[in-house]
């Protein structure tokens, strides 16, 4: 067993895990720390605990210290550094012509060293920007080609729910999504309709998926013929959220609504009289 504590960077970003060494830290607290990117500055997300050894990635790098006020100011700094050099690359990328779309820019906290996230459609040969760059800024220049979904990460947005988005606000890691979510779910396929700002399929379709999945197993499929407390009859339908079969009695007689615990009793009672 490992003592760890959970420390995130960005508002929604990875948590990563520390040794919290000797410092007795608690949810919330700012603290600094080496990273493989250099030292960074993060928050303390989850609090000391012990966890698996299966579940970390060992050697654990240690929690520097607690971070001071100065600290809490270079970050600030860093930040306004940051955005004027926003405004210089994307002005370096016009002069070059490249067809790319700078997203954000983010120094790290020892200034060792600038990323750039940018989107593109293909491959962008950036060579004579980073020469530029690295000639004004004069300290290591990275710059990262990242996908639509970490740029709505990054930028933000109201989704179609009316709500902050989720990747932006909480959501740590980006999870498999498949359109036959949606299918089981019961959802239009219109791309409209199930797509973020991104323009890839929502997040939020793999929130209730395990429980669309659970009750698919539970329910009889669709043509398969079952029987009632009215009669023997042909699934026509599924209401997976109630628990409901719809049932067709006959050819084309009535169609009929049953819970699973309906049917369930009927199959009860069928077996026994047999016996």
Same mark, same amino acid.
């Given at each position: 067993m490992h003592q760890v504590v959970g420390v995130r960077f960005k508002k929604a970003g990875k948590i990563y895990y520390f040794s919290p060494g000797n410092f007795d830290l608690e949810k919330g607290e700012a603290v600094i720390v080496e990273t493989s990117r250099g030292v960074e500055y993060g928050r303390v997300v989850i609090g000391t605990k012990l966890v698996e050894e299966n579940d970390v990635v060992l050697p654990l790098k240690q929690v520097i210290r607690i971070a001071t006020s100065q600290d809490k100011l270079k970050v600030q700094e860093n930040r306004e550094a940051a955005q004027k050099a926003f405004a210089v690359c994307n002005e370096k990328i016009h002069e070059h012509e490249l067809d790319m779309k700078l997203v954000d820019v983010e120094y790290t906290f020892d200034r060792n060293k600038v990323l750039f996230y940018f989107t593109a459609d293909g491959r962008i040969?950036?060579?004579?920007?980073?020469?530029?760059?690295?000639?004004?800024?004069?300290?290591?220049?990275? !710059?990262?080609?990242?996908?639509?979904?970490?740029?709505?990460?990054? !930028?933000?947005?109201?989704?179609?729910?009316?709500?902050? !988005? +989720?990747?932006?606000?909480?959501?740590?890691?980006?999870?498999? =999504?498949?359109?036959?979510?949606?299918?089981?779910?019961? !959802?239009?396929?219109?791309?409209?309709?199930?797509?973020?700002?991104?323009?890839?399929?929502? +997040? +939020?379709?793999?929130?209730?998926?395990?429980?669309?999945?659970?009750? #698919?197993?539970?329910?009889?499929?669709?043509?398969?013929?079952?029987?009632?407390?009215?009669?023997?009859? #042909?699934?026509?339908?599924?209401?997976?959220?109630?628990?409901? =079969?719809?049932?067709?009695l006959g050819e084309g007689e009535r169609v009929l609504d049953f819970t699973i615990d309906e049917l369930m009793e009927k199959e009860t009672l069928a077996t026994e009289s047999t016996e």
């Open positions: 040969d950036f060579r004579d920007l980073v020469k530029d760059l690295a000639a004004i800024f004069r300290t290591r220049i990275e !710059l990262r080609q990242i996908g639509v979904r970490d740029e709505a990460k990054m !930028l933000g947005g109201i989704g179609p729910c009316g709500r902050v !988005l +989720c990747c932006s606000s909480f959501l740590g890691d980006f999870e498999p =999504v498949s359109i036959k979510m949606a299918k089981d779910q019961n !959802l239009s396929l219109n791309p409209a309709k199930i797509s973020g700002l991104c323009g890839r399929l929502m +997040c +939020c379709l793999k929130y209730e998926n395990d429980m669309y999945e659970s009750a #698919k197993q539970e329910l009889p499929d669709v043509g398969k013929r079952i029987s009632t407390p009215f009669g023997n009859g #042909k699934v026509v339908g599924l209401n997976l959220l109630e628990r409901l =079969v719809q049932v067709e």
